[in-house]
């Protein structure tokens, strides 16, 4: 008894040891990696010379969080994490049943976004609703319906694309000048502007049919700035960096949401509001989202689907088994530029205005982070990843009071893409697949059963 008292007391000595250790080692790296762009700010005064401000206040609690989040790591939760995985292997296997919220987890989430309006408005009221409407739930929605677009070419197929804002531009102008320059309505241009968004998809799909892994990333990319650029040159058409003001918006049924006696407010007797018009758009994009999801999941198990499937598993076994690469590749690439397109239209619509600076590279890095993080292949898990993201992104414009903490020029949301980089280390480290790692195969013998993520490629889903 004693031994082995003495043994726990020495590993429980060496393994403060080694937190001290990297906590301390942590705690220099930030130092040296934020120094000069949080310890130290830069701005110019009313004769335009620079003035050097010093932070070290918010230095000092970057190097303390780092410090302190490193030893209670290394300290408390590795050991923790091990312990439980060791209890784990140790105990007999029990067959367990789902509960009744995984059975039923998408049909809750389907009737939770159908009442978040109605529940938000009772809430705050209907112009309070605005921005919960707005901001946490369209802005969330199209990040969705985006990342469900990526997920069948890069989920799916497994084509990295690394242009897939292009075809979230082509959607919105699409819209904006159709209807600028013909009138026409939005039910009419959405399904044009898909259509559209799928010709390119196609276009972009040809030159690449031979390419894969980073050259294909590369080119996509390409393809993105080549679309960005062009909407900022071709001044004549898209107004250039100015970009396209004034569009219309939608109207359902015939009934435009404005100020007018025959306008919505008015037709049923309720006080103007632009909150009708957000719970609209709210429940218009989620009936696109879910037009995506079903579509993603009927053509999963379609012969298409599968074939996307060993396509992104081995494409040279996919063709030794007759599966033709071209269309399976050219069908991908339609496919998910279509939905692509269907978003851009609406925020389109959404915004009533836009602009090349709308559809920069940083949106589709953002858009196949989500879906990375989320799993790739995974619908469940890049809409919870999605929530996460831009959620969270619009809950750091909500945290005023750390402007009291560390000074009234500090701004949250700037921090948005540092947040995202530590949430990506994080999510790859304790889930390397992705929140939702294991995947139901579409071609089952008597039992469909999921796929742990342990049994499938690194990067797979």
């Known amino acids: ?26 705690g ?46 290394v300290a408390y939760v590795q050991p923790w994490f091990a312990q439980r995985k060791a209890a784990k292997v140790a105990a007999p296997a029990i067959a367990k049943g789902e ?63 690394l242009g897939y804002v292009a075809f979230y531009a082509v ?37 690449v049919l031979r390419l894969r892994g980073d050259y294909l990333a ?36 015939g009934i435009k949401f404005d100020a007018s006696k025959d306008g ?17 758009l709210f429940y218009l994009i989620l009936a696109l989202a879910l037009l995506t999801a079903y579509v993603t999941i009927r053509l999963r198990r379609m012969p298409i689907g599968r074939a996307w499937e060993a396509l992104r ?10 599966i033709n690469t071209v269309t399976t590749k050219l069908t991908a690439f339609a496919t998910g530029a279509m939905f692509g397109g269907f978003a851009g239209s609406f925020f389109a619509v959404r915004q009533g205005f836009v602009s090349p600076e709308s559809f920069v590279f940083l949106e589709s890095a953002v858009i196949l982070a989500i879906v990375v993080l989320g799993g790739m292949g995974s619908l469940t898990g890049i809409a919870i990843a999605a929530v996460a993201m831009i959620g969270g992104t619009e809950i750091l414009r909500e945290l005023t009071f750390l402007k009291e903490v560390f000074g009234p020029t500090f701004t949250p949301e700037l921090y948005r893409m540092l947040i995202f980089g530590l949430a990506m280390v994080v999510v790859m480290v304790w889930k390397p697949r992705g929140f939702v790692g294991s995947r139901e195969p579409t071609a089952f013998l008597h039992e469909r059963k999921a796929v742990s993520g342990s049994f499938t490629k690194e990067g797979h889903g």
């Open 313 to 322: 598993e081995d494409e040279i076994a996919c063709r030794s088994l007759g």
């Open 218 to 253: 590369i080119v996509t990319l390409a393809f993105g700035e080549i679309i960005r650029l062009v909407l900022i040159n071709w001044t004549e058409v898209t107004k250039g960096t100015f970009g396209v003001s004034g569009i219309a918006k939608a109207t359902l049924f």
């Open 171 to 207: 959607g919105a102008y699409s819209y904006a000048l159709l209807s600028s320059y013909f009138g026409l309505s939005f039910w009419v241009l959405l399904p044009v502007a898909g259509i559209l968004a799928a010709l390119w998809g196609v276009i972009l799909g040809f030159p």
């Open 99 to 161: 509960s009744f919220f995984s059975r039923n987890f998408t049909n809750i989430a389907i009737v939770a976004l159908v009442l978040y309006p109605p529940v938000i408005v009772a809430l705050v009221g209907v112009q309070g609703s605005l921005k919960w409407v707005d901001n946490f739930g369209i802005q969330i929605l199209i990040y969705v319906m985006l990342a469900w677009g990526l997920n069948i070419v890069v989920g799916l197929a497994g084509l990295l694309d």
């Open 264 to 280: 919505f407010a008015a037709l049923f007797d309720l006080p103007m509001s632009s909150a009708y018009y957000k719970i609209f």
């Open 1 to 26: 008894m004693a031994n082995i008292a003495s043994t726990t007391a020495s590993a429980g000595t060496e393994v403060t040891a080694r937190a001290l250790r990297e906590a301390v080692f942590a």
């Open 28 to 73: 220099l790296i930030t130092l040296g990696l934020f120094f000069l762009f949080v310890g130290l700010e830069t701005d110019q005064n009313i004769r335009n010379e620079l003035v050097l401000r010093q932070r070290w206040g918010l230095l000092a609690a970057f190097v303390a969080v780092a410090t302190v989040g490193r030893f209670l790591i």
